[in-house]
């Protein structure tokens, strides 16, 4: 109380102080008074003396609430796949309460605008970062771990052990034996998330890559189209005329985008929901298709039959769009290829039959076309859809075609009539016709598709039925049209997020030609290629199965597929081998430090028992950076507290639902002791630099066998110290190289950007890691993906070129899954009778607020999952009882919730409920095996690789077979 | 024990009282520990509250605010009880964790000490609700109170502010933080400190409440 700048030694004072009466001294309080002679606390009762008058405690309610300061914020790294922009209201150092903000102008007058955006988490992160699970000082692990012991320590103290145990763990096995994993709440665009991308880089360490690793990579999509990037504003939806949610439950998880969905019925439009479950969504449809889980893509291909008998199809759009009018050799069953044709023919050049000239032709726009694939212009060329062609080979041979429609029309007609369908989906095959009439008759059709529909052991399948509709009736790349599932928008001056961004010098020179004549989809992807492989990535299903203790589990007979030949060991040796997948550390390498950020591995991952058990033992080290306590944290050796999104500056990554790019301003202070991820990663780099300096390390094994200096460490992450992520205004520094390279952007720094909170969109931005829409941007119209395929004829970014159906890479082949098909999963016969599904939830989006009370009033308050009535009376369940799920390979206990909108059959439990939430710590990923398809491990051919951010194994949670047993009843709880 | 009716206590003991019990929930470093190990808390302590409510002495064991446990020990027990877990601590030392509203408390926090014309400020080590902060400005109030000894009008203002801060406040969330720490199995140490504070803050409640008369408090 008063200007004492050590509360904690005038504290001691009252101890050390001999005798009551000593004077009293300043401590934290400090005076209001903002006279330049600041009264000392000791002055200012005199001072009050004469103007206090208290009579009781509504006296200090009587004083006007004034904010100090409003300022923009945001949920950085909240991975809601939204960004809203809200205004934080600050007072005496607390941000106290936000309120949406209605900044956001509709880019045409027909369409509704966005005001305000916002959703429930939103709205209470003011309160869920003063929680008392906040984190505020650096802590030490004393004792075993997860043995909850744990002390407080300087920064200094732990940066300095931490950067030890780094380097200790680069002497012993190189630099990618240190492990780093940015999970599930994912990246930002700035500071947030910069100062860790720039440490992992700068020290070389493996980085998980955990986008298909969580589940989120529509791998049918990859498969498909090349990308997966397939969304555009949300106001788009407002166009369509048939919306259909197919896996995905808007209503919970698009909470500021649903209404546009909800607004298109009052324009006409139709909405209908595919669902199992009688969910959210559906209570706002006008037709539900309550199919049986896992059988979706049945009803697509079903769907699709009807189309094509009935001739509802755009021939024209499938002739250019797609890889249906392409020939297919039906000795081989392959493509017919140019290597077929000529001695010196290459095999990624190939064919359709030209009605016009009656001759097999080369496609333009194929990868090997011999103009760099890069047009779909068929100029002359009248393809032919359907057809037996005699074509001669180049051994004089003369061989049978036919069309890829050809071989799907066989394949729909004999698999996938809608009767046939109807036995798989459950559904009236009157229903299915409906639906699919009614699709092709649209306008503007559109499949909504969230990441849910990436997280089934067969969603490629589904996503490759979906995309076969929205071609055959020609609406991928128009307004209201398409498959969407996300996208991101692009933004040049992100590169300033990386300290350098991976391309050589030579790797650009070589790039001048093809960027004269403009780059295609296809380079951007092979220069997305070349970047990721100047880094360790490795794709989070491979490295657990390769590293920490997921093989054995993997391996096992019930979770193969029983079409392919081998055990997954098998495509995994050759995917190794081939240098398919990416493995870091190499095989036999060690794994001796893991630090992560933004993410909660021990929760989210399947059968994190195993990683608990297996993984854990292995490390050295294990740090967790985060603002709050999670279960992973819990099993930590360290934790390093992190400033709350409110308490330093951000950019929300780019959702492209938004016409605007949205950034969160630094409101108050970071509580306690935390600090901003962008000091503390710079300051690990500067530690583990001056460290391996004091302790003269010399080149140590880094990335793939190369040295590596780690006494630079600090220079690579400040670009020699052009930052100094000690400054306070450092991060601001680096988000005005962002906005001044950023000319898609109405934002020209950093400062400006902030206090705009959004800013508009005004341009295109070039594609990126992350962003590949392949759209203009036009600010006064929606956006929509894809239109550079079907306005400027762009080729498409796979072996085709186009939109491709038929894979004839011999892993398809030998899955039978070389065209869309419908396959039961692994577990369709499982003993256990139940199929666990999820999703994330209202209440939450990761486990950040799992755990927080308002939102936990909202529900049962403890975990809870859902069950069909026919269900839970033959196991004498009722709602509020503890039950037991189960199967062999592990167990919760969760509350029931009796709910007759879930499927008969279907257990489901809502996403990111900590473990420690559960009896025992027995999260409910316990007994999740999520068993991966082999055929993700595919690679050398076409569209079909890894990279970073695109084409690896998906971990694939739902459908987890389970039984169900009660274990207590409510009223015993009570009693 | 019979507790005064009429403003007998002294204000700058009872100011003084209160900075020592903001003083003791300091995490146990080196120093600290000292003062635990060479009985310097736990006489001080003594000393000072038992001077102002003498049944203290009886009815807390003092020599358990004296151990030899190792500063790491201390440490540990107070991260385990006061710092961190699953879901927040089990024994958080924030009033406004056990009161209805979080953001409502602090408010009413922060209303408190500007009408005072004091507040936490951006650099606050802890929050307004944190019982470090609520002793401090009971000790501020009761300082205020002295001061203005010569003038018992003026004084009584702060008093009846002590009396609505205790009664709204400490006096109804630290008897729950003193079963939490009993319920957690504190070590003796901690169940010792949060028992000792909880026995003065309740009877500095009935004290303030026999000095100002009760009001409702809700
Ligand atoms: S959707 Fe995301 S950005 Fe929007 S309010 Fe919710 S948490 Fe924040």
């Known amino acids: ?975 | 024990m019979n507790i005064p009716t009429k403003s007998t206590l002294s204000a700058k003991q009872r100011s003084f009282a209160y900075g020592l019990m903001a003083a003791t929930f300091d995490y146990p470093d080196k120093e600290f520990t000292e003062l635990i190990h060479n009985k310097q808390l736990s006489d001080q302590c003594k000393t000072i509250l038992c001077d102002i409510y003498p049944a203290l002495k009886e009815d807390i064991d003092w020599t358990l605010l004296t151990t030899q446990d190792d500063k790491e020990t201390l440490q540990v027990e107070f991260s385990r009880l006061f710092d961190v877990g699953a879901s927040g601590p089990p024994c958080p030392l924030n009033g406004g964790v056990y009161l209805e509203e979080r953001m409502q408390t602090l408010e009413e926090m922060v209303r408190f000490y500007n009408y005072f014309g004091l507040t936490a400020g951006e650099d606050f080590e802890e929050l307004p609700d944190h019982i470090t902060t609520q002793l401090e400005f009971m000790h501020f109030l009761c300082h205020c109170e002295d001061e203005h000894q010569d003038d018992p009008e003026k004084a009584n203002h702060f008093q009846r502010a002590q009396r609505d801060f205790i009664n709204r406040h400490l006096g109804k969330w630290v008897p729950q933080l003193n079963d939490n720490v009993q319920e957690n199995q504190a070590a003796p140490f901690y169940l010792t400190l949060i028992d000792m504070v909880t026995r003065y803050i309740l009877l500095e409640k009935q004290y303030v409440n026999n000095l100002c008369g009760m009001i409702t408090v809700n």
């Open chain 1, 1 to 975: 109380m008063s200007n004492n700048k050590s509360p904690k030694l005038s504290r001691r004072k009252f101890i050390i102080g001999a005798a009551a009466g000593t004077t009293a001294v300043g401590l934290g309080l400090v005076s209001l008074s903002s006279c330049t002679n600041k009264p000392t606390w000791q002055e200012l009762p005199k001072i009050l003396g004469k103007t206090i008058q208290y009579d009781d405690f509504s006296d200090i309610y009587r004083e006007i609430w004034k904010w100090d300061k409003v300022v923009k914020g945001t949920h950085t790294r909240a991975n809601c796949i939204s960004a809203c922009s809200w205004d934080v209201y600050v007072k005496d150092g607390i941000a106290w309460r936000e309120e949406q903000n209605a900044i956001y102008e509709p880019p045409r007058p027909d369409v509704p605008d966005m005001n305000p955006r916002g959703c429930q988490k939103g709205a209470c992160y003011t309160s869920l970062q003063l929680s008392e699970a906040r984190v505020t000082h650096p802590l030490k692990r004393v004792g075993e771990r997860g043995g909850g012991g744990w002390k407080r320590i300087s920064w200094d103290e732990a940066l300095t052990e931490i950067a030890d145990g780094l380097i200790d763990a680069a002497v012993d096995q190189g630099t990618e034996s240190i492990i780093y994993d940015h999970g599930t709440t994912n990246a930002g665009y700035g500071p947030e998330t910069a100062g860790d991308f720039r440490f992992a880089s700068a020290m070389k360490t493996t980085t998980i890559d955990s986008w298909s690793g969580v589940g989120d990579m529509p791998m049918g999509a990859c498969q498909t189209w090349g990308m997966y990037n397939c969304e555009g504003t949300s106001d788009d939806w407002f166009r369509s005329d048939y919306i259909v949610i197919w896996v995905g439950n808007p209503v919970y998880t698009r909470i500021p985008e649903v209404h546009n969905m909800h607004e298109a019925r009052y324009k006409g439009a139709k909405l209908v929901v595919v669902a199992p479950d009688l969910s959210p969504s559906t209570v706002h449809a006008d037709m539900w298709l309550n199919i049986k889980p896992e059988t979706d893509a049945a009803l697509g291909l079903a769907c699709a039959q009807v189309m094509i008998e009935e001739n509802l199809i755009k021939k024209d759009y499938i002739l250019e769009q797609t890889d249906l009018p392409f020939l297919i050799r039906k000795d081989t069953q392959k493509f017919l290829r140019q290597s077929d044709l000529q001695a010196d023919g290459v095999d990624n050049a190939l064919y359709f039959w030209d009605e016009k000239t009656t001759k097999a032709v080369l496609a333009p726009g194929c990868e090997g076309d011999g103009d760099d694939g890069r047009s779909l212009d068929l100029g002359n060329y009248k393809p032919a859809l359907s057809g037996n062609f005699q074509v001669k080979l180049a051994d004089g041979k003369t061989v049978e075609c036919y069309t890829v429609y050809d071989k799907l029309v066989k394949q729909l007609n004999s698999e996938y009539r809608p009767d046939q369908a109807a036995a798989i989906t459950g559904l009236n095959p009157n229903l299915i016709r409906r639906f699919a009439r009614e699709m092709a008759a649209a306008p503007r059709a559109m499949i909504f598709a969230s990441w849910g529909a990436c997280k089934h052991y067969h969603s490629d399948l589904f996503q490759r039925a979906m995309i076969l509709l929205m071609s055959l009736t020609g609406n991928q790349g128009y307004p209201g049209g398409g498959v969407r599932v996300a996208a991101w928008w692009g933004l040049d001056g992100i590169d300033a997020m990386m300290a350098d961004i991976g391309l050589t010098a030579m790797d650009q020179i070589k790039l001048i030609p093809k960027a004269i004549r403009g780059l295609t989809p296809r380079d951007f992807e092979d220069i997305y290629t070349t970047v990721s492989e100047t880094e360790a990535n490795t794709p989070l299903m491979p490295f657990l199965y390769v590293h920490a203790g997921y093989k054995e589990m993997w391996d096992q007979e019930h979770l193969q597929d029983s079409a392919l030949p081998h055990n997954i060991a098998h495509y995994m040796r050759e995917s190794i081998d081939n240098g398919w997948v990416k493995i870091h550390p190499a095989e036999g390498v060690q794994p001796k430090a893991f630090i992560f950020t933004g993410c909660n591995p021990l929760r989210r991952w399947p059968s994190s028992q195993i990683a608990r058990d297996v993984f854990w033992p292995k490390l050295d080290l294990v740090v967790s950076v985060n603002f709050r306590m999670s279960t992973s944290s819990l099993y930590a050796d360290y934790f390093l507290p992190i400033a709350a999104y409110y308490e330093k500056v951000g950019i929300k990554y780019g959702q492209s639902y938004v016409h605007y790019l949205i950034c969160s301003d630094k409101a108050t202070e970071p509580l306690g002791e935390s600090k901003s991820d962008w000091e503390c990663f710079g300051l690990l780099s500067k530690y583990v630099q001056n460290r391996a300096k004091e302790r003269n390390i010399g080149p140590v094994e880094g990335f793939k066998g190369q040295t590596h200096d780690l006494t630079t460490v600090y220079d690579h992450h400040t670009e020699n110290g052009y930052y100094n992520p000690e400054e306070p205004d450092d991060p601001i520094k680096l988000m005005d190289k962002v906005f001044e390279n950023s000319p898609s952007v109405a934002a020209n720094s950093g400062r400006e950007a902030l206090d705009m909170g959004a800013v508009r969109i005004i341009g295109p931005a070039r594609p990126s890691l992350i962003y590949q829409n392949f759209s203009d941007y036009d600010p006064e119209d929606t956006h929509w993906p894809h239109r550079d395929f079907v306005e400027k004829k762009v080729a498409w970014p796979t072996l085709t070129g186009r939109q491709q159906f038929f894979i004839d890479h011999p892993w398809y082949i030998d899955a039978g899954e070389d065209m869309p098909v419908h396959k039961d999963p692994p577990h369709f016969n499982s003993k256990f009778p139940l199929r666990m599904n999820g999703g994330h939830n209202r209440w939450s989006i990761h486990a950040i607020w799992r755990d927080h009370k308002l939102l936990l009033r909202l529900q049962r308050g403890v975990p809870a999952l859902f069950m069909n009535p026919k269900d839970c009376d033959p196991r004498d369940i009722k709602d509020g009882d503890t039950v037991r799920v189960h199967n062999n390979n592990g167990e919760f206990e969760a509350m029931v919730k009796v709910a007759p909108a879930t499927a008969p059959g279907e257990v489901i439990i809502y996403h990111a409920w900590e473990p420690y939430q559960f009896k025992n710590w027995k999260g409910q990923q316990e007994p999740v095996e999520a068993p991966w398809k082999a055929l993700h491990l595919a690679g050398g051919y076409g569209q079909i690789h890894y990279r970073m951010y695109y084409g690896s194994p998906g971990h694939a949670p739902r459908g987890a077979p389970v039984d169900v047993e009660k274990v207590s009843s409510l009223l015993e709880e009570k009693a």
